[in-house]
């Protein structure tokens, strides 16, 4: 006996290859921009990015230093003195200009003594100004609103082109969909090849999920094939939204650690 499970089946499982054989055509272009897209990506991370995080790990280790600095000298006069003149052209410019006297006791007296305060009070405001100039410089200019609001614009442009039609883009596609003759049935309301966007073709593939004959069953490619382009086009489908990649996480991530060690030294007592 004739089994025309296996006739439908093999109709089915041809309309389902010539389908994809377009699917992927059509996504050639738009993974070509996913691409592009992560390029930019790549080119701040290498640009930027590193330059931001090595900034904010330089804020952070001002912030621990600056809070070593004692407001007391009381206790560190002697020490400081000793390791002043450990180093000789470095107590020199203490001096005034063109000291004849004794460097010694002058800078006993004037730095280790009463000076001191006004050394540490110098040092402290020159720490505040070197981090008050690193965060200006990792939000303002090219910091890190400017990488994200960067990273946001490539990924805004490739979410367009996803939902632009695709004829307008690619004029001959909806000839390309008539030439698939089993198609012919398929109404305007059902899909209309002058108006779908990608997301529109790509949903198109399920209506193959519901072939299921005794001798096959396209449900499982169907679900195959959806993962497939998820991944490759990093896309949600059901949500049509865009999907972060590692890359992009790690870079948010990375900017995020770097507004927290702004946080971190706008709130430190050395930072006003």
Do not use: H
Request: a negative charge; hydrophobic letters at 45%; proline letters at 3%.
């Amino acid at each position: 006996m004739f089994n025309m499970d296996y006739l439908l089946c093999q109709q089915a499982e041809c309309a389902y290859d010539q389908f994809i054989g377009l699917l992927d055509t059509m996504l050639e272009l738009p993974i070509a921009i996913l691409e592009q897209v992560r390029n930019i990506i790549k080119q701040l991370e290498t640009l930027i990015v590193s330059g931001i995080v090595k900034s904010a790990e330089d804020l952070l280790g001002m912030i621990t230093n600056c809070l070593k600095i004692p407001d007391d000298i009381g206790n560190i006069k002697g020490d400081f003195c000793d390791a002043l003149f450990a180093c000789e052209f470095l107590y020199k410019s203490y001096l005034p200009d063109n000291f004849t006297g004794d460097a010694y006791e002058w800078i006993k007296e004037n730095v280790c003594g009463n000076g001191l305060a006004n050394f540490l009070d110098d040092l402290k405001a020159n720490f505040r100004d070197i981090m008050q100039g690193i965060a200006s410089d990792l939000i303002d200019g090219t910091g890190i609103e400017y990488v994200k609001e960067k990273i946001q614009d490539a990924i805004n442009t490739y979410q367009d082109f996803l939902l632009k039609p695709i004829s307008s883009y690619f004029p001959y596609f909806p000839t390309m969909w008539s030439f698939i003759i089993i198609f012919n049935g398929v109404t305007e309301e059902d899909f209309n090849p002058d108006t779908a966007n990608i997301y529109d073709l790509i949903d198109f593939i399920n209506q193959f999920a519901d072939c299921v004959f005794a001798v096959c069953n396209l449900a499982e490619s169907v679900t195959n094939k959806i993962l497939d382009i998820e991944k490759k086009a990093s896309i949600d489908i059901s949500s049509r939204s865009y999907v972060p990649g590692k890359m992009e996480i790690g870079i948010f991530d990375k900017l995020a650690k770097a507004q927290r060690a702004i946080d971190s030294a706008q709130s430190s007592p050395c930072f006003f």
